[in-house]
């Protein structure tokens, strides 16, 4: 293959990461920040953010100061965060906190330290309101509201999004012995060091291309059969192991590298044909070497020994094992026998 047409498979096929589907919990998560309809975890359909009915306070007479499309505008501006604790930051702005003057309940332990304003921004212009219109104008419940009062009382200034965050009282939490049984499972795999790049991987380990995080996942419900979800197993692997599937590209053989990105890249179907057929006598030379060195090391049990050399360090071509094939120029052996 010629240097310009495997620079453009590069290009084409090269450095490009696969992009990954989102989340689901993201995209619940991202839809709720921004009003969206949405279908939550339990399978039920969330309608979209809307602002709530008329407060009716006579104190402030909230809603006659805001007009109807006074009150879109705002909603419409808080969807648009797009984000928890960005709206948090914004709704944090819009409170204020004072001491208690006067206290509304005889049992001193219900005593609230504080008491709280709010206000609606419009423009410059700021307009105090009661907590339900704040709520209602915004489209969020009293309960959010009363947690960043709860922020405000003890000086945290910029909330944070806790959700799935906790790490107590976590009822569906899987046992330490079953995750302990997790890793002894990942660790049964057997797995392998890169030969070629070890120096840039020294902690990363390669398992059998075959298999994958799913495959994995399947084998260890059929073995130990206890209901363990792929999030968990899957949580683990990525988490406490530094593990990839199948051999990097160094280790792996450059002629079948190359034939493969010709194959992909050559746009003539007669090209192919060519390149399928040359790809395939490379193999077979490669599998007739195989068989010869798997005879000799047959043999060296019981009455030779065999020194097998590695000359890629001068030669620049690989040795190891592809999904098929092994290269057969690579390595020269040599028998001696026992006399
Ligand atoms: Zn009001
Ligand atoms: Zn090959």
Redesign the pocket.
């Known amino acids: 293959m010629s240097n310009t047409a495997r620079n453009d498979c590069d290009i084409n096929n090269g450095n490009k990461k696969r992009k990954r589907k989102e989340k689901k919990e993201d995209i619940i998560k991202n839809k709720k920040a921004r009003g969206l309809e949405h279908i939550n975890h339990m399978n039920k359909l969330v309608p979209a953010r809307k602002s709530g009915p008329?407060?009716?306070?006579k104190?402030?007479?909230?809603?006659t100061k805001i007009d109807t499309r006074q009150r879109e505008m705002i909603l419409m501006n808080f969807n648009d965060i797009g984000n928890k604790n960005e709206q948090d930051a914004y709704l944090l702005g819009l409170m204020s906190a004072s001491p208690t003057a006067r206290h509304t309940v005889n049992n001193p332990q219900r005593f609230r330290l504080s008491s709280f304003s709010y206000k609606i921004r419009i423009g410059l212009d700021e307009t105090v309101?009661?907590?339900?219109?704040f709520c209602n104008i915004h489209g969020v419940t009293i309960g959010r509201t009363r947690r960043l009062q709860d922020l405000m009382a003890t000086n945290i200034p910029s909330p944070r999004d806790q959700r799935g965050k906790h790490t107590e009282n976590r009822a569906k939490k899987a046992p330490e012995c079953i995750l302990n049984l997790i890793r002894y499972h990942i660790s049964s795999f057997p797995a392998r060091q890169s030969r070629y790049s070890l120096r840039d991987n020294p902690n990363c380990y390669y398992l059998d291309e075959e298999l994958s995080v799913t495959e994995m996942h399947k084998l260890f419900l059929s073995m130990y059969h206890i209901n363990v979800s792929f999030m968990v197993y899957w949580s683990i692997l990525k988490k406490e192991y530094k593990l990839k599937f199948g051999l990097p590209r160094t280790d792996t053989c450059a002629v079948c590298n190359s034939y493969n990105l010709s194959i992909k890249c050559a746009a003539l179907p007669e090209t192919v044909r060519i390149l399928q057929t040359e790809h395939k006598l490379h193999l077979c030379k490669a599998e007739k070497f195989n068989e010869i060195k798997r005879t000799k090391r047959k043999s060296t049990a019981r009455k030779m020994c065999m020194l097998e050399f590695r000359l890629h360090a001068k030669l620049t071509i690989t040795t190891y094992k592809n999904r098929r094939c092994l290269l057969c120029k690579t390595a020269l052996v040599l028998c001696i026998w026992h006399t």
């Open positions: 008329d407060c009716r306070c104190r402030f007479k909230c809603y309101v009661c907590l339900t219109a």
